[in-house]
């Protein structure tokens, strides 16, 4: 204990009397480094809870501004953040929750160029994006450096999360093998989502990433949690790895990073 000081002690007191965390599991906390894909409905409350969490170093990267429709349902950002950068909205309201946490801002769209330079520091990655190309560049930049992805997606009244974990379970690609086609799927500025939702879902990323730093419980690898609001229903599917998949299967086609720019463009949650 003697790595805390009195502050730390005093706050992180009701993880440090649960057995599964203690000083240790805490200090596990302090010195991961956890990198948030997006500012916005799935990454406001994972970014925050995991911040009172206590983990040490939190990447955020957006280079969107806070607009009022947001406000909706992106809880990290306020009337007085409209038209601020999301980062920097985030980072005011990270170190108003936890000033010890060290905050490192990527104010730029990720991209092949840039994936790889990015992702070298972090140990996992929280994907709260919502568009395919993104995901897609994700999941195939995360199996290509052995990187946990927390993946979180919402739509109208339905989210769903699962860890993608290379070598251990499936991957995105598993999934879903190509993008769909362009319109196919309306995005949540055209079909609408239940502000409270991605609450729910981007907690659920929250809760899967201290469990991995942790190393307790049972992680979402090969298991896909959905959630209907409407029903209140949780459900559960099992997922396997697709011996045939183009990134982590048994024989890879897809060994360099893909830019699916005709999608680009598609409005943010």
Same mark, same amino acid.
Not at 257 to 265: A, K, N, P, R, S
């Given at each position: 204990?003697?790595?805390?000081?009195?502050? &730390?002690?005093?706050?992180?007191?009701?993880?440090?009397?649960? *057995?599964?965390?203690?000083?240790?599991? =805490?200090?596990?906390?302090?010195?991961?480094?956890?990198?948030?894909?997006?500012?916005?409905?799935?990454?406001?409350?994972?970014?925050?809870?995991?911040?009172?969490?206590?983990?040490?170093?939190?990447?955020?990267?957006?280079?969107?501004?806070?607009?009022?429709? !947001?406000? =909706?349902?992106?809880?990290?950002?306020?009337?007085?953040?409209?038209?601020?950068?999301?980062?920097?909205?985030?980072?005011?309201?990270? @170190?108003?929750? !936890? *000033?010890?946490?060290?905050?490192?801002?990527?104010?730029?769209?990720?991209?092949?160029? !840039?994936?790889?330079?990015?992702?070298?520091?972090?140990?996992?990655?929280?994907?709260? %994006?919502?568009?395919? *190309?993104?995901?897609?560049?994700? !999941?195939?930049?995360?199996?290509?450096?052995? @990187?946990?992805?927390?993946?979180?997606?919402?739509?109208?009244?339905?989210? =769903?999360?699962?860890?993608?974990?290379?070598?251990?379970?499936?991957?995105?690609? %598993?999934?879903?093998?190509?993008?769909?086609?362009?319109?196919?799927?309306?995005? /949540? &500025?055209?079909?609408?989502?239940?502000?409270?939702? *991605?609450?729910?879902?981007?907690?659920? &990323?929250?809760?899967?990433?201290?469990?991995?730093?942790?190393?307790?419980?049972?992680?979402?690898?090969?298991?896909?949690?959905?959630?209907?609001?409407?029903?209140?229903?949780?459900? =559960?599917?099992?997922?396997?790895?697709?011996?045939? /998949?183009?990134? %982590?299967?048994?024989?890879?086609?897809?060994?360099?990073?893909?830019?699916?720019?005709?999608?680009?463009?598609?409005?943010?949650?």
């Amino acid at each position: 204990m003697s790595s805390f000081t009195e502050e &730390q002690i005093y706050r992180y007191s009701r993880h440090i009397i649960l *057995p599964e965390v203690g000083g240790k599991g =805490q200090k596990k906390l302090l010195e991961s480094r956890v990198l948030l894909l997006g500012a916005g409905g799935l990454g406001s409350p994972a970014t925050m809870y995991l911040a009172a969490a206590g983990i040490g170093n939190l990447g955020i990267i957006d280079f969107d501004v806070v607009d009022m429709s !947001n406000l =909706q349902r992106q809880i990290l950002h306020g009337v007085e953040d409209i038209g601020r950068s999301k980062a920097e909205s985030a980072k005011d309201t990270i @170190k108003s929750i !936890n *000033p010890d946490i060290k905050v490192t801002l990527y104010k730029e769209r990720l991209s092949s160029e !840039n994936i790889y330079r990015i992702f070298k520091d972090y140990d996992i990655i929280v994907d709260g %994006c919502d568009n395919f *190309p993104t995901r897609y560049l994700v !999941n195939d930049a995360c199996i290509l450096t052995g @990187k946990t992805n927390v993946h979180g997606s919402i739509f109208r009244f339905d989210g =769903q999360v699962t860890v993608f974990k290379p070598k251990d379970g499936p991957c995105y690609r %598993c999934l879903y093998p190509e993008p769909p086609p362009a319109g196919l799927v309306p995005s /949540c &500025q055209e079909a609408g989502v239940l502000g409270v939702l *991605p609450g729910i879902i981007g907690t659920l &990323q929250a809760v899967e990433v201290i469990k991995l730093i942790l190393g307790i419980g049972k992680p979402l690898i090969g298991k896909l949690l959905l959630y209907n609001a409407l029903d209140a229903e949780f459900r =559960q599917l099992r997922l396997r790895r697709d011996v045939n /998949c183009p990134v %982590c299967g048994d024989n890879p086609t897809i060994k360099e990073l893909i830019d699916y720019e005709e999608f680009c463009g598609i409005a943010r949650h």
